[in-house]
DNA sequence: TTGATTTAGTTGCATAACTAACTATATGCC
DNA sequence: GGCATATAGTTAGTTATGCAACTAAATCAA
């Protein structure tokens, strides 16, 4: 038996990740609540664009831990919404590089702002050093379950 | 400046709990593989049902951390599936009591093993003092986000 | 060069989530 | 009793996710 056999009972919370649920529903009201009308998810293609301009979909897919529908619509609503540009690359004519548009640039500074601080909120009690500790747990549990897998 | 500040490029994994989304879809696969063909959304509701059978959706909603519009489709497709029953309460008839049924009785030992087996292959390396923690981090953040809110 | 395989992205279908608005029953106050 | 309010659940509309099947372009091999 492994040593560090879950028991019945405490599994719940862990699976359906209560967390993290409750995280982005309070930080998509904030979004609401300042006016600003993108969804989380969408917030969070943004986020990996701010980051680094002109990722393709494939790059998005791997850094959001989405699939490629999902990376399709989402990148298709943000267009719809004027905030990403699809760009077709010139050396492989499959790819589309993702590029934000100035009105995206405009919701950077405050999204990033009120996600931040929504966060430290959530962690209001924490010590930095819990917080370091749950973080590899979280990390480690992804590897071990995407070991293996491409 | 709270001591607990959140560098930024690091809250995203936490955002979007990335490692639960993981944790459901393996189980989902591994039911699957089995022949089982209920949601894990499913699961989680009967997963409350078997500990006590007889709840009522609001109950449901709390101990699920769902909405009432998503309870309700969720028992509207376990209905489909007859796993469970809608008994009205004769108390009150607003209440809707939510009873198991034989065909969701026999899933129960099995998933149940399947979900115990998945999660401690996800906890592969990690300490049972660090499984302790993170839970206290994860149920101290739900519970920072929920101060307040009824 | 042609034909098989891989890769990037899209489309269709089913399930699930949130919000808002709704119905029906129960409760509380005058 | 009667009316306002609260509670349990449903319905409708939009967005998102997962899976499977698909198209188109690129690569690799004979």
């Avoid at 719940?12 to 609401?32: E, P, V």
């Avoid at 989402?74 to 934000?100: G, T």
Wanted: proline share 2%; glycine share 4%.
């Amino acid at each position: 038996m492994p040593n560090n056999q879950f028991k019945r009972g405490e599994l719940y919370s862990f699976i359906t990740g209560m967390a993290s649920t409750a995280l982005a529903r309070r930080l998509q009201k904030n979004f609401k609540q300042a006016g600003i009308e993108i969804t989380i998810e969408q917030w969070s293609v943004l986020y990996h664009l701010w980051k680094e301009d002109g990722l393709s979909q494939q790059d998005l897919c791997v850094r959001s831990f989405r699939d490629k529908p999902s990376i399709t619509r989402l990148v298709d609503n943000l267009e719809k919404l004027k905030l990403v540009k699809r760009v077709p690359s010139k050396n492989d004519r499959r790819i589309n590089l993702i590029y934000v548009t100035e009105a995206a640039l405009h919701l950077q500074e405050e999204t990033m702002n009120m996600a931040n601080q929504t966060l430290n909120e959530a962690l209001e009690g924490v010590s930095k050093e819990d917080i370091e500790r749950c973080k590899e747990v979280l990390q480690q549990v992804y590897d071990n379950l995407n070991q293996g897998v491409r």
